[in-house]
């Protein structure tokens, strides 16, 4: 039995003699309680935790100072000696100059500045300091004096004996490089030579398909001959190497309009054919050019010859209009990716587009019936979307300012393939300005007016981000005349009946639109009022222009619009009286609207005028030599004031019809 069960059993009992039995407690055994037994446990247990803490600190310690004892030493890094040395420079020797003067010459006595003919004027006083500057900046030559040398001729044989190849000194750019969107050039004989060159330097690196691609329009028929003569010499040119002749050269020859032509069923090297394939092409009456379309469809079907690297393809467009519009918008951009596809550079030889404006206007006189036409022609614009009002205030505008830029689609074009816009002259351009080096000399200024040629989603991604061209943009639609429900209100009317009653009921209608046509204007002069501060941050010139612009004519197109109601008013109270006949064979057909000087409602619409005619001379100044600047100057030319003027047509009958012909009709460019 174990001394716990000794401990548990219960106290013995004693018995007497008499058989008494006696409780009496046993000496040796100890009564254990619960409440003993817990203290004993605890201490128990409170002795074992004791001891691992106590274990466990004496290790730490241990380690503690063990860490402390073993030391690492850094290096640090040594100073950096700083050597200061100071360089003695060695005295030359100095050898006296020595001249031998010649004894028959006699001494100056008097300096004068027109003696000296060999001592450049830059400025060294030779004198006293005041007289020598005073004399050297009134220095006159005289024409009639010549100096003649009278040093032996100097000849230099072989000069050029170690210099490199010409092509070695001048290389076109490399595959990747954006191209010149806008090269200025006289004549198409300035843009085949530059042409010209740029082939040779292609057939330095392989063989060349060069793939032209002609207008159809009936306005181009002058213009493909002139190419086709300047053609033929360039090819005589590059005949003379080596490279030029056989198969290194080939040429395609195609042609759009409505459609596509492709004038060679295969490419050849032959002059004959490539004339004879010019000379097909034919006048498309439709008036539709689908450029883009063109392109694209004229590398797809050549694009087998560069693959392997056979061939350099080039494209050379020749057009004098910017192409349907609605076909540009759709095939831009895959015409690009065809053309970069296949490394293709893309060259136009294009006219001038309208400044901010798709359309320009040609007159054209029918030859049966004489009378005048001004065809319509897409001109345009040079930017990726119009940036000028489509209203000259009355109505859709007729005007042909150039913009100094291409039309965007074919700059756009040669630019991103690394080729060339060629800016001929246009009709419009040699009728303003009259000669060449003014027209090269306004062109060159622009440089800092330069379209945005990225891709039009690009710049409709960017336009909710600046709040200064999207402003612009919507009052320019907001405003356009070919939305027919815009037409219908800042469309006004520019002739009028002789008929009293019926001139009543017109000007009645007119007035009514003039007041609806005031309110769109004026909320739009208050939107781009509340838009000062960010013209103030834009940095773009050319925004700036075009935001400056726009405010000056929201401006004075009110004054002039108040102006058109109140002379309506004023003509029907007091008409305006006229001859019937004005000359002979003339008569009186209706009164048309034009523009003077004279106001008839001054008190309302001269601080309008005022407004405008200060803002527009401001834009006159900050942009000169560009169509801002020249745009402001003929809105102030036409005046503001209003009248109706009569109109006389001629009594003389048409000529004749020749029987069996029928009357020509209309032509499309």
């Not at 935790?49 to 063990?66: E, K, N, R």
């Not at 069923?265 to 063109?294: F, H």
């Not at 520019?494 to 009921?505: R, V």
């Not at 006229?578 to 619409?605: C, E, M, Y």
């Amino acid at each position: 039995m174990t001394s716990e069960q000794n401990e548990s059993r219960p106290p013995s009992d004693q018995l007497t003699a008499g058989g008494t039995r006696l409780l009496t407690p046993a000496k040796s055994t100890y009564v254990r309680t619960p409440e003993s037994y817990l203290q004993r446990t605890r201490l128990r247990y409170l002795l074992r935790g004791t001891g691992s803490c106590l274990f466990s600190m004496v290790i730490h310690v241990l380690i503690l100072l063990i860490l402390g004892i073993i030391v690492i030493p850094i290096a640090t890094q040594a100073p950096i000696e700083t050597i200061v040395s100071e360089v003695i420079p060695e005295e030359l020797e100095k050898d006296d100059l020595k001249m031998e003067l010649d004894p028959d010459r006699e001494p100056v006595e008097d300096m004068d500045v027109t003696q000296s003919s060999s001592a450049p004027a830059v400025g060294l006083p030779t004198g006293s300091s005041g007289g020598a500057s005073s004399a050297t900046a009134n220095i006159e030559l005289d024409p009639n004096v010549v100096v003649e040398s009278d040093t032996g001729e100097i000849s230099i044989d072989n000069l050029a004996f170690s210099l490199p190849p010409s092509q070695t000194l001048i290389t076109r750019l490399p595959q990747g490089t954006f191209g010149d969107p806008r090269q200025i050039v006289d004549n198409y004989q300035q843009a085949m030579s530059r042409i010209t060159q740029e082939i040779m330097w292609m057939l330095d690196e392989s063989d060349v398909l060069v793939i032209w691609c002609f207008d159809q329009s009936k306005s181009m028929e002058d213009d493909r001959q002139e190419i086709r003569e300047r053609v033929e010499r360039v090819y005589q040119e590059l005949g003379l190497t080596d490279k030029g002749s056989g198969d290194h050269l080939l040429t395609a020859v195609t042609s759009f309009g409505a459609g596509f032509l492709n004038h060679l069923a295969k490419p050849t090297s032959n002059r004959d054919r490539i004339r004879q394939a010019i000379d097909s092409i034919p006048n498309d009456p439709s008036g539709k050019e689908m450029l883009c379309q063109a392109v694209g469809t004229a590398i797809r079907l050549h694009r087998n010859f560069a693959r392997g690297g056979r061939y350099q393809l080039a494209l050379i467009v020749v057009t004098d209009e910017s192409g349907d519009p609605d076909s540009n918008n759709r095939y831009l951009e895959l015409a690009l990716s065809e053309a970069k596809a296949v490394n293709c550079r893309t060259y136009v030889l294009g006219r001038e587009a309208v400044f901010g404006y798709p359309y320009a206007h040609m007159r054209w006189q029918h030859p049966q019936t004489n009378r005048v036409h001004w065809l319509q022609i897409d001109r345009g614009p040079e930017t990726a979307f119009v940036e000028q009002l489509q209203t000259n205030g009355f109505r859709r505008r007729y005007d042909s300012f150039s913009s100094g830029f291409g039309p965007f689609e074919q700059t756009r074009m040669t630019r991103e393939t690394g080729g060339v816009f060629f800016m001929l002259p246009s009709v419009e351009t040699r009728l303003v300005r009259g000669n060449v080096d003014k027209r090269r000399y306004q062109l060159e200024a622009l440089r800092p007016y330069l379209p945005d040629m990225r891709s039009r989603l690009e710049q409709l991604q960017e336009r909710d981000k600046v709040p200064l061209k999207s402003l612009i943009w919507k009052v320019i639609y907001d405003l356009n005349p070919y939305n027919r429900d815009v037409a219908k209100i800042i469309e006004i009317r520019m002739s009028y009946s002789l008929n009293p009653a019926e001139f009543l009921k017109q000007a009645r209608t007119e007035q009514i639109k003039a007041k609806i046509y005031l309110e769109y204007l004026h909320r739009a002069e208050k939107a781009m009022e509340e838009a000062a501060d960010l013209r103030q941050q834009e940095t773009s010139p050319r925004w700036q222009a075009n935001y400056d612009l726009i405010y000056a004519q929201t401006i004075a197109y009110q004054a002039r619009i108040y102006e058109y109601g109140a002379y309506l008013e004023t003509f029907i109270r007091k008409p305006k009286v006229v001859p019937f006949q004005k000359g002979p064979n003339t008569k009186l057909s209706h009164w048309d609207i034009s523009t003077r000087k004279q106001l008839v409602a001054a008190s309302v619409s001269q601080p309008y005028i005022d407004k405008a005619t200060t803002m527009f001379q401001q834009v006159i100044k900050n942009n000169p030599g560009t169509p801002w600047a020249e745009r402001a100057r003929s809105e102030l030319a036409r005046g503001f004031g209003i009248d109706l003027v009569p109109d006389y047509v001629s009594t003389l009958r048409r000529p004749p019809r020749v029987s069996g012909r029928p009357i020509q009709p209309i032509p499309k460019l």
